[in-house]
């Protein structure tokens, strides 16, 4: 054996040696740097704890805010219907608040629990740190729940006000009744105009034409016609004054007789 190779056989148990001896100082640094981890994240559980509670408290009193203003009643039917809908969203709010709190808090409790364990010695650093690291993150999400619980009651708290002080709907507007219509003028009117009174009540006037003088309805034909030859002249005529006036109109064929046909035409109108 060379000489090269006996020194490098006595030097391998001193490296061994060595490294036997920096293995406590090594696993103190770890144990450390575990109880420093776990300290802080029982000290950040707990702030995430303390903010969850405030906003617990902060949507309880929200939630009673908004069933104060129920209770104070609406202005309107619809008004009551919004608050009452409201507050419940505000009191449901409120109790979603609460129990994330709650969860904060057990997280917080968690890390705390965590904190002890290494400081007793009645767990290994490594786990406890992880332990310790799962609460705080566990606690802070629960505080980020309570907050936005929080700002959902406040928020319903806000529209329950609004709905009781919201002014009621103004009634339908109301419509005037309509004139009646004029009644239409007669046929034989020659015009007409249409006048209104103070009240709105419409009078229609016509002019008509003027209705046809009474005559002897007895004046027929055959008492017109005296001598009986089937023709009623000028001066037979002359028996009924109104006859007399339409004779020339009715003497269709001017022979200055009335036959049968042209003489009905005026008795029968």
């Known amino acids: 054996m060379n000489t090269n190779s006996r020194n490098r056989l006595r030097l391998l148990p001193l490296a061994l040696l060595a490294a036997l001896a920096s293995a406590p100082a090594f696993a103190q640094d770890t144990d450390t740097t575990a109880g420093t981890s776990t300290d802080a994240s029982a000290q950040a559980a707990v702030d995430s704890a303390k903010r969850a509670r405030d906003d617990a408290r902060a949507a309880q009193d929200a939630a009673k805010s908004a069933a104060q203003a129920q209770q104070s009643g609406a202005l309107s039917a619809e008004g009551a219907q919004n608050a009452a809908a409201n507050a419940y969203n505000a009191n449901q709010a409120s109790m979603d608040a609460n129990a994330s709190a709650n969860a904060a808090v057990n997280a917080a409790n968690d890390a705390n629990a965590a904190k002890s364990a290494i400081q007793g010695g009645t767990a290994q650093p490594a786990a406890a740190a992880m332990q310790g690291r799962s609460a705080a993150a566990e606690a802070s999400s629960a505080s980020a729940d309570a ?3 929080a700002a959902a009651a406040q928020r319903a708290a806000q529209a329950t006000q609004e709905a009781v002080t919201a002014p009621p709907p103004p009634p339908p507007a109301s419509v005037a009744p ?4 004029p009644p239409a003028p007669p046929a034989n009117a020659t015009g007409s105009t249409t006048l209104t009174d ?4 419409q009078t229609t006037v016509s002019s ?4 046809p003088m009474p005559r002897d309805h007895s004046a ?11 023709s009623i002249s000028r001066t037979e005529a002359r028996g009924d004054k109104y006859l007399s006036l339409a004779f020339s109109s009715l003497d269709a064929d001017h022979n200055g007789r009335l036959d049968n046909d042209e003489a ?3 008795l029968n109108n």
């Open 220 to 230: 027929d034909f055959k008492a017109l016609d005296r001598n009986g030859d089937g």
């Open 147 to 149: 907050g936005n619980a």
């Open 198 to 201: 103070a009240s709105g009540v």
């Open 208 to 211: 008509l034409h003027a209705s």
């Open 178 to 181: 309509q004139p009646p219509m």
């Open 264 to 266: 009905m035409r005026w």
